[in-house]
């Protein structure tokens, strides 16, 4: 599986820093909140779970399973698995592999706030600021990214590459398979 990767962008003690900075950042942003970690499966897992052991607070976490249309309202959310708690008056921190075009977070977010959660935002391992079309940015950013399809530490293509450490660029005879 290695060997298909051409390129490391980001490798795992990177990673595993960054996460820790920005858990710390977390933990003072949040005391005294009724904090909710919510990741999105399923790229974010690795990412969240590497972050919320620096997170110094009591939280409660859930997973949702989505997908985006257009991306323009709360309404263009596919729920393939919703969460099972009640975050009305909570605060929730959404936790994201990469933000490309904002559709998903877009329509995520707004679909919390409608549930009446005190206060929602992101927290995304990457960004990707040149693919974005709709107005979305997260409050917390791991790292930036080229406009490059990138796999690994949940990221994936056709479903694999999710296990990587690192986050890196497939070589391009991997997609002419
Ligand atoms: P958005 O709604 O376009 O911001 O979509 C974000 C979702 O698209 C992410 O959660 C990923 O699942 C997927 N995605 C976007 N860019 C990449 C990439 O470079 N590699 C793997 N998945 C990506
Ligand atoms: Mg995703």
């Known amino acids: 599986m290695n060997n298909d990767i051409k390129e490391i962008l980001i490798s795992h003690d990177e990673i595993v820093s960054r996460s820790s900075e920005l858990g710390k950042i977390i933990t003072n942003d949040y005391k005294d909140k009724d904090l909710i970690v919510i990741g999105l499966l399923k790229g974010s897992a690795p990412f969240m779970m590497e972050l919320i052991k620096s997170i110094d607070n009591y939280l409660e976490i859930d997973f949702m399973h989505v997908s985006s249309y257009n991306g323009t309202s709360s309404g263009d959310l596919q729920i393939k698995k919703d969460i099972t708690v009640d975050i009305k008056g909570k605060d929730v921190l959404i936790a994201e592999d ?4 904002g559709k998903t977070l ?12 005190a206060s929602v935002e992101v927290v995304s ?15 917390y950013i791991g790292f930036e990214v080229p406009n490059k399809f990138v796999v690994g530490f949940g990221l994936d293509y056709n479903e694999k590459y999710r296990n990587l450490p690192y986050v890196g660029v497939l070589k391009e005879q991997i997609y002419e398979k």
Do not use: C, H, M, W
Not at 106 to 117: I, P, T
Not at 125 to 139: S, T, V, Y
């Open 98 to 101: 990469i933000v490309d075009t």
């Open 106 to 117: 877009y329509s995520v977010v707004n679909l919390f706030k409608e549930r009446g959660a």
């Open 125 to 139: 391992l990457l960004n990707k600021q040149e693919g974005r079309i709709l107005p979305f940015e997260a409050k």
